[in-house]
């Protein structure tokens, strides 16, 4: 049995969110906050449904399960050029002790011209994320099925929606799907277990027909081939999420303009 990651990464963001509340306050992060809500942002599920490719490029440079995928990959450069390139959306990890992310990546994205939506990609426990997240210019949140309860789930969302972010809910097995009565924008398929980092794209293709038929739906994880992104299109799906395929070219935006075209 491979050890489970999950539990490892969830623990150790208990503790990264309480020292985060140490160094700057609740208090100071929702005063931060306050002014930005007079602003709204791109919306995701809007851009993937419009969108002919429905693409999400990761700026991805680390996993657990890989190491580093681009250590240099730089926040100035590759997250606008997946805009350049074609990208309908963006998701940009800012877990920085497993993924080499941080906020501040998002946050350079923008001060460089990124219009697009970009998911904040993280392991999100606490409301205090949220606010990091609306902070820094996401426009979505990730929240993970296998990290949460229902109830913890259905109250992240409601103060995402509250700071005028959409969520993205990821689900990985059918036992899961019940968190998808909760309306979330939209519904997220993980094709890679996240307790033994296994990736299997039939797990999008399984529980498609199961989530509710007007729901957004997004496939995560291992997609690297043309034909399977057409297949899951047709199966419903509207968004891909894909990050490792880029990153690992020497140029990740061209690679995703190059994929596009194959579509």
Known sequence: MAKDILQEIVAH????????????SEREIHRCVEPLLDFSVASL???LVESDSGIIAEFKRKSPSKGWIKEEGKAEEIPLSYQQHGAAALSILTDEHY????????????HQGVKIPILYKNFVIDEYQLFQARLCGASAVLLIAACLTKENCKALQQTAHELGMEVL??????????YAEQEPDLCGINNRHLGSFVTDTDTSFRLAELLPQDAVKVSESGLSAPLTVKQLRAAGFRGFLMGEHFMKQADPGAALQAFIQQL
Not at 13 to 24: D, G, H, I, P, Q
Not at 99 to 110: L, M, P, S, V
């Open 13 to 24: 963001k208990r503790v990264e969110v309480e020292r985060f509340k140490a160094e700057f």
């Open 45 to 47: 599920s809007k851009a």
């Open 99 to 110: 993924f080499g992310g941080c906020d501040e990546f998002i946050r350079i994205a923008r």
């Open 169 to 178: 809910l990821e689900m990985h097995s059918q036992e899961e799907l019940g």
